[in-house]
């Protein structure tokens, strides 16, 4: 299916754990994101990736870990689970509009809990 | 950092209300976009605003980069049951980040 897709949904962890979100593109967007969702804070942008093989830091990165080896895929892994990386996690992938603004689509999200 | 204000964080309306949210920041930026995030999915672009003044309609949505070019407003008319939902403005940055606000949960009462 074309679009943006995330994998899992739902994952429950426990402290100290490994775990990895994974996100997947078919529109070959050259910009992709991940932001975490908290009550109160809205969206916070936790690391971005403008093209294949070049990331950067957001507003809170720390405890996370990217990678993007392949345009369509953008993983985030946690590397140490805390209870504080309890969140919703969004991916997104961007595209220049007509006016050259790059509007961000976003995936349904995965609900993380670490107990 | 940019700051984007919106409020209040809860709205409560009836079923065929209209209803008026809006957003502010500390800047002035050349973009303003509305996202909707309906419970359970990921956000969603309503309307995208590039010019001071703009009025942009999509459907019963309506929204307006204001004049100063740090505000926008979104007003929604004859609210329906699938309008709940939580209500983001965003500004456009540099290396295609967006800055989103807090977002605004509205609720409607059938």
């Known amino acids: 299916d074309a679009g943006i897709t995330q994998s899992p949904r739902y994952k429950i962890t426990e402290t100290g754990r490994q775990v990895t979100l994974m996100c997947h593109q078919t529109w070959s967007h050259s910009y992709m994101f991940w932001y975490r969702q908290d009550l109160g804070h809205g969206l916070r942008l936790i690391y971005y990736?403008?093209?294949?093989?070049?990331?950067d830091k957001g507003e809170v990165p720390d405890g996370y870990v990217v990678s993007r080896s392949k345009t369509e895929n953008f993983p985030l892994t946690l590397e140490s689970a805390t209870r504080s990386q309890t969140s919703v996690y969004f991916c997104?992938?961007?595209?220049?509009?007509?006016?050259?603004?790059?509007?961000?689509?976003f995936g349904a999200g995965t609900r993380l809990s670490v107990l | 950092g940019q700051q984007l204000n919106q409020s209040p964080q809860s709205m409560f309306i009836q079923e065929g209300e209209d209803v008026s949210m809006n957003c502010t920041s500390s800047?002035?930026?050349?973009?303003w976009l509305w996202y909707k995030q309906d419970p359970g999915e990921g956000p969603v672009l309503l309307i995208a605003l590039y010019k001071a003044g703009e009025l942009t309609s999509n459907g019963r949505l309506t929204a307006q980069f204001g004049i100063t070019r740090k505000d926008s407003f979104l007003n929604i008319s004859a609210s329906i049951p699938s309008d709940v939902g939580i209500y983001f403005c965003?500004?456009?940055?540099?290396?295609?980040?967006?800055?989103f606000g807090k977002g605004i949960t509205l609720s409607v009462r059938p």
């Open positions: 800047s002035i930026f050349n973009t």
């Open positions: 997104a992938s961007s595209v220049g509009d007509r006016a050259g603004v790059n509007i961000q689509y």
């Open positions: 965003a500004l456009a940055g540099a290396n295609s980040k967006l800055t």
């Open positions: 990736s403008a093209a294949a093989d070049i990331t």
